[in-house]
């Protein structure tokens, strides 16, 4: 599986949530809300320290998104495609089937 990053969704991170180079963030799945993939679960990120069991993992501009195994589940057979929503002003997520 991968974790693409639009350039757009990168720059909401560094602006909004404020990363920076070096900073690593997590994303993994969190009980309520729905998801195209998972009704009941919704997906949801967090800083976090670096990855010690990642099933995917992306750097972009010294900045590390990653999964790690515990939330292989959720993602199963799919890629994460981290989009900005410009209506919203904030990310979005999509999911693209591996096939």
Do not use: C, R
């Amino acid at each position: 599986m991968e974790i693409k990053v639009s350039d757009q969704a990168l720059q909401w991170f560094k602006k909004d949530v404020e990363l920076k180079q070096g900073d690593t963030v997590k994303f993994q799945a969190k009980y309520g809300g729905s998801s195209p993939i998972h009704d009941g679960f919704s997906l949801a990120f967090q800083l976090h320290e670096p990855a010690k069991n990642a099933i995917a993992k992306t750097e972009k501009d010294g900045i590390t998104f990653f999964i790690d195994n515990t939330d292989e589940w959720y993602f199963k057979g799919h890629n994460l495609l981290v989009e900005y929503d410009e209506k919203l002003d904030e990310v979005s997520y999509e999911y693209e089937e591996i096939n």
